[in-house]
């Protein structure tokens, strides 16, 4: 099962820019350090690497309030156009997550991103500050507080959340104390924002387009608005609201999971013969309540001795409900469980360390939105949202180490309609992980610079591994032309490109 909880945390797995200081807009058009290109290695990456692909680092400002003061490194991979004829410019990428990113380019390669966008632009890949191969951070987490991740048990009463208060209120101590403390005032996505902008300066250009996923609509949505007039074309896919990763956001994985959840439902009622799971989608979610409930009385152990509880089980499920490939493994974890015996081991990929991967996460959300301080505002959320989305709410809405957190060192950045129409926002219909709730919130936020293009299929990511026909035509029509819908649209199961 730890096998099991490492793949979860890997896969679960985006104006006032005057309220900034002022000089920190005017540091990052300083000149760059220089990036040494060299063959990208194996590990980064648990898909193949393409021919060409480059690594290298970039030295940043920890502070950028400090720009001549101590510096770090951030992790940054390259994947050329062999096209120059037709090259366009630099396409920066992020995962979301917030995880590494540097493998991102022989991701998107190996999900089908299409050679015409290969031509157009440079793929850009970086780890995030204080994550990956960038200048780590670490909180000296536990195998015990590694296990969930960040995202928080389910609650099933008050005292659940006053135990977790205390395990996180230790976490958020840890973090402090940690040898890499002297980071934790600086890891921000407006900070990654402005390191972004050197990768920019680095290369050469006076623009950047931009692909985030999840978390990495957040980050889009800050560069944008920090630089507006250095964003060429952004793609914000999977869509998280305004504020980021935030006590908000936390709460709309309960509704993520009630939005995604018939999917799997109906596959599962679907494939009855092969899986026992129940013969209606209705049968499929009492089973999941049934089993949720036998395991926190009665735990199945795995081979390691790790013990799968119901929160374990409730996390495990929402993580796999990320993809349409993912359903049929999914069934065959219930099933096993259903007959008391532990799922086979999920897969594991990649050379990510989960204390830093799960460390710097929380760097860097606690940094981004001031979270509630007091207890019972998390137990009162627990106790509506148990009601509200009964099957993953109450784990939604728990408490963070972000509610023991120092206060953040510069007030969020605030998405507005100020700059250029050059945003296309793309989402699925009933994604788990941020759901249209959320994508709606930044797509008002950001008024007549954005459309968006929903696309009528569950699952966490559309582009291009999503395969909704119509909703890959406007992301790729869009980096390839710049052409971009005039207006909001939904594209129906499997459609046609319009």
């Known amino acids: 099962m730890k096998r099991q909880a490492a793949a979860l945390t890997i896969a679960v797995a985006a104006l006032a820019a005057a309220l900034v200081p002022a000089a920190s807009q005017a540091e990052s058009q300083e000149p760059s350090s220089s990036i040494q290109w060299d063959k990208c290695p194996p590990e980064i990456s648990p898909v193949p690497i393409p021919d060409g692909m480059q690594c290298g680092t970039l030295k940043v400002p920890l502070d950028y309030r400090a720009p001549n003061g101590r510096m770090i490194d951030i992790a940054v991979s390259r994947l050329p156009s062999k096209k120059p004829e037709k090259r366009r410019g630099i396409l920066l990428t992020n995962p979301g997550g917030p995880s590494p990113g540097q493998n991102y380019p022989a991701f998107l390669v190996a999900t089908g991103l299409p050679q015409s966008v290969l031509n157009s632009y440079d793929v850009i890949g970086m780890d995030p500050r204080g994550m990956g191969k960038s200048t780590p951070v670490s909180c000296d987490l536990t195998p015990a507080q590694q296990l969930l991740g960040n995202i928080p048990p389910y609650a099933r009463n008050a005292a659940d959340v006053t135990k977790r208060a205390a395990e996180v209120k230790q976490i958020a101590k840890q973090c402090a104390a940690s040898k890499t403390a002297w980071m934790l005032p600086h890891v921000s996505a407006a ?109 199945v152990t795995a081979p390691d001795g790790t013990k799968i509880d119901g929160t374990v089980f409730r996390l495990t499920t929402f993580g796999m409900l990320y993809g349409p490939t993912q359903l049929p493994v999914l069934a065959e974890g219930w099933k096993a469980l259903d007959a008391n015996q532990p799922p086979p081991p999920l897969p ?48 939604g809405a728990n408490i963070q180490p972000c509610a023991f957190w120092p206060d953040p060192t510069e007030p969020p950045v605030r998405v507005t309609d100020d700059g250029p129409s050059n945003v296309l926002m793309v989402q699925n219909l ?69």
């Open 348 to 395: 594991v990929g990649g050379d990510m360390d989960p204390n830093n991967l799960i460390s710097a996460r929380y760097y860097m959300i606690c940094n981004d939105s001031r979270w509630p301080t007091s207890v019972g505002t998390y137990q009162r959320g627990v106790a509506v949202d148990r009601i509200r989305y009964p099957m993953f709410g109450a784990a």
């Open 191 to 299: 900070n990654t924002a402005r390191d972004m902008d050197r990768i920019r300066v680095a290369l050469g250009e006076s623009k950047i387009s931009y692909d985030g996923a999840s978390w990495g609509t957040y980050l889009g949505a800050v560069y944008t608005t920090l630089f507006p007039e250095r964003s060429d074309r952004i793609v914000l896919d999977s869509n998280m609201g305004p504020g980021g990763w935030d006590y908000p956001s936390d709460r709309l994985f309960g509704r993520g999971f009630a939005d995604r959840f018939p999917d799997f439902a109906e596959f599962a009622a679907a494939n009855h013969r092969e899986y026992g799971l129940g013969r209606t989608p209705a049968q499929v979610t009492v089973k999941y309540h049934e089993l949720a409930a036998r395991l926190d009385k009665k735990p």
């Open 430 to 498: 009933r994604d788990p992980a941020t759901p249209l709730a959320g994508a709606r919130q930044l797509r008002q936020a950001f008024g007549g610079r954005a459309t968006m293009v929903t696309a009528d299929q569950g699952g966490h990511g559309v582009y291009p591994l999503g395969k909704n026909r119509c909703a890959s035509h406007a992301v790729t029509a869009f980096l390839t032309t710049g052409e971009r819908p005039e207006r909001d649209y939904n594209c129906s199961a499997d459609a046609e490109p319009h």
